[in-house]
């Protein structure tokens, strides 16, 4: 059994391949093939041949369990400037997920400010002095829905067959933190810690000793602290149009004041659904949904979303094209 796509086939090995590394971005090969039944030697080939199509994992610090404030940026540009202002963003390291929608001169970009300093230096100096910008809207995500880490959605879309271990493939909703005492206070290490995680989520224990200047078993003990406190999860990051998912959509959705929550965490559920939180602004719950084509898309907003309570309406900006993903700009 195979999944066809602009790049190929995959077959069922390389699919349980992706969703294994959800699970777990750090698991080792060996541990995954022994899970999946089959040799160490041929899933390093399938792993492999997935690198080379853009196959990555990558640490990422959670921002709310650090004291960090997480935007979504919606700048509108002048016809012809989109390109360079994107491409100037995706320069920042504290920016991802930068797309342009709506013709090309929308543009979508995730910010992460640490301190309110550097996000008003941004937001009400660098950018208002941007040539070619016509607007700007920023809008402070208050709560996710989806994980802070996750890529990939749910059994069938995009992973094909469940897992042979028998648990369902359907996503999770991000899960409800305990109230902790304050945010988690990193050192030097830990920064540089997560510097080269976010390069490579899979380095070994010996690059991440060399380039911490620790131990391998301290560096152990690192992860496992900023894992087990909530600061770090790691993220596949596997374009989606590799698998035959062609449409990705934002979605801007106004809903009655008491259902956001509720709503909010269906579409956690819904495996079209990549990523959900609720916001500030005019539309108080933001999406993105990963599709095969109009067809889905449309039937999605008619059956899927047209069912919940508490919708009063909703707009789609398309994604024409991605110039950043999780921490690498992507080339035109």
């Not at 890529?151 to 028998?166: E, K, L, S, V």
Request: net charge positive; hydrophobic share 40%; with cysteine.
């Amino acid at each position: 059994m195979g999944t066809e796509s602009g790049s190929g086939t995959f077959d069922t090995l390389e699919l349980e391949l992706l969703h294994a590394l959800q699970l777990d971005g750090r698991a080792a090969l060996s541990r995954i093939a022994h899970r999946l039944g089959t040799s160490e030697r041929t899933l390093a080939r399938r792993y492999s041949r997935l690198r080379t199509l853009g196959l990555r994992v990558v640490g990422q610090p959670v921002p709310a369990r650090l004291g960090m404030t997480r935007w979504l940026l919606r700048l509108h540009c002048a016809p012809g400037s989109a390109g360079s202002v994107a491409h100037a963003l995706a320069r920042r390291a504290d920016t991802s997920w930068i797309s342009l929608a709506s013709g090309g001169t929308e543009l979508y970009c995730a910010l992460t400010t640490p301190t309110p300093h550097e996000r008003d230096a941004l937001l009400l100096e660098k950018l208002p002095r941007t040539p070619g910008l016509t607007g700007i809207g920023a809008h402070c995500l208050l709560r996710l829905f989806t994980d802070i880490t996750s890529t990939w959605y749910a059994h069938g879309i995009p992973f094909g067959p469940a897992r042979r271990d028998g648990e369902a493939g359907a996503p999770v909703p991000a899960p409800e933190r305990p109230e902790l005492p304050g945010p988690l206070t990193l050192d030097t290490t830990d920064r540089a810690l997560l510097a080269e995680l976010a390069e490579d989520g899979r380095a070994g224990l010996p690059e991440l000793a060399a380039a911490t200047g620790r131990s391998p078993s301290s560096v152990q003990r690192r992860l496992e602290r900023l894992k087990g406190q909530g600061a770090l999860g790691f993220s596949v990051d596997f374009a989606p149009r590799h698998l035959g998912y062609h449409l990705m959509t934002h979605l801007w959705l106004r809903v009655t004041p008491g259902h956001v929550p509720a709503v909010g965490r269906v579409l956690a559920t819904h495996p079209e659904i990549a990523f959900a939180a609720a916001t500030t602004g005019p539309h108080n719950l933001v999406a993105t949904g990963i599709f095969r084509g109009d067809h889905d898309l449309h039937h999605y907003l008619d059956h899927r979303i047209g069912s919940l309570p508490g919708i009063q309406s909703v707009e789609t900006a398309p994604i024409l094209h991605e110039v950043k993903r999780l921490s690498r700009p992507q080339l035109f």
